[in-house]
């Protein structure tokens, strides 16, 4: 199923019954690359992106790849050149308020209004319908320093495209080497021919090990997990920072083995968006959470009255769109258009 038409079928009910599908952001970022606002060439310095490292990320004229949804420009990202540095990749333009937990540090960067929602959404395809032998591509939440909270791989295999996520799960108590389990799982293989829609969530909460992460695979919720907040609250490694950090942006990063023969090649992405806000509360799904004021508690959506979060649920009920409520947290306008582990670094 494509994740855009789910959801514009979802907001179309939403508009008729009047309620407000998208729940109020504190802040967005809504990214294209289309022109006259970008133009091909190097994405460096192009509103709010920077790439100052010599790495194969470019903006290109995307209609010679044949997908519609891209539009007339892409974002390009190959494995040409890759480096063990984080400062200089790929950083998409940073949100003005961030997300993260009370206690978390902000480095060098300013946190605006503190929020405890995070989500990114992107598409991605393969430039070429073939495999690109070794290509690889991680995607990060991050501070802006490579700083990351999550992560998600996408490695170009025989069979397809495999995606990867990583997530904490061991804290406290320490040994004396590490205090932080890095567990990669397997979440999904793309296939080559058409565009894929990706979207990560995050729910950031006060206090260990409490953190909830959600990663989508063509509007299907894939993985439920958790975030690196406690390597970064525990383990020796992050000693000189020894918090979970604020979130403000997303990094793309090239890691580990370079491959040379995938030089302008790689992977497309676009329809690119991160948001910040409130943690989502909804929708309903039985019309007793309307009653006894139920209706205020939810954002996600919104409701004017009692009335109107009854009818709400009613209609998913008549018409079988009883989803994850993750799924429903978006306006149609919002649909325009190691690395991993610190003991080994493949990506």
């Known amino acids: 199923m494509n ?27 809504s990214v294209n690359f289309e022109p006259p606002t970008y133009t091909t060439g190097t994405i460096n310095g192009q509103n709010g992106w920077s790439k100052t490292g010599p790495y194969d990320v470019e903006v290109v004229s995307s209609p010679i790849y044949g997908y519609p949804l891209f539009g007339t420009q892409s974002l390009r990202i190959s494995d040409e050149f890759t480096s063990g540095a984080f400062g200089d990749q790929t950083f998409a333009p ?7 937990e009370a206690g978390s540090t902000d480095g060098s960067f ?32 991050d501070r802006g320093d490579g700083s990351r909270m999550s992560y998600l791989r996408f490695d170009d295999k025989p069979t397809g495209i495999d995606v990867f996520f ?7 108590p320490c040994t004396p080497v590490s205090c932080a389990n890095f567990v990669e799982t397997q979440i999904g293989t793309l296939t080559r021919t058409v565009p894929h829609t990706i979207k990560l969530t995050m729910d950031l909460l006060d206090g260990p090990g409490n953190d909830v992460v959600k990663v989508y695979i063509d509007g299907t919720l894939v993985k439920t997990g958790t975030s690196w907040e406690d390597y970064y609250r525990y383990d020796p490694e992050a000693s000189a920072e020894q918090s979970p950090r604020i979130i403000k942006t997303v990094l793309f990063r090239e890691s580990a ?9 790689g992977f497309l992405i676009d329809n690119f968006s991160t948001f910040s806000g409130p943690i989502l509360v909804g929708p ?35 018409n079988g769109h009883n989803q994850d409520h993750d799924q ?15 003991n080994h670094d493949h990506d």
């Open 284 to 318: 309903p799904t039985n019309k007793d959470q309307c009653k006894k004021d139920g209706w205020k508690t939810f954002n996600n959506p919104t409701f004017k009255n009692q009335g109107e979060c009854v009818s709400f649920v009613e209609h998913l009920n008549e």
């Open 110 to 141: 300013s946190r605006g209004t503190l929020q405890r929602h995070f989500e990114t959404q992107f598409d991605i395809a393969s430039t070429i319908h073939i495999e690109q032998v070794g290509m690889h591509l991680s995607v990060s939440p």
């Open 328 to 342: 429903c947290d978006r306006s149609a306008e919002h649909l325009n258009k190691e690395e991993h582990n610190h």
């Open 94 to 100: 940073p949100l003005t308020n961030a997300v993260g």
């Open 257 to 265: 083995v370079a491959h040379p023969a995938n030089a302008g090649n």
């Open 3 to 29: 994740f855009t038409k789910n959801l514009l079928g979802t907001g179309a009910a939403a508009l008729i019954l009047g309620t407000t599908m998208a729940p109020a952001f504190a802040d967005a970022v």
């Open 166 to 172: 990583d997530d904490v799960q061991q804290a406290a």
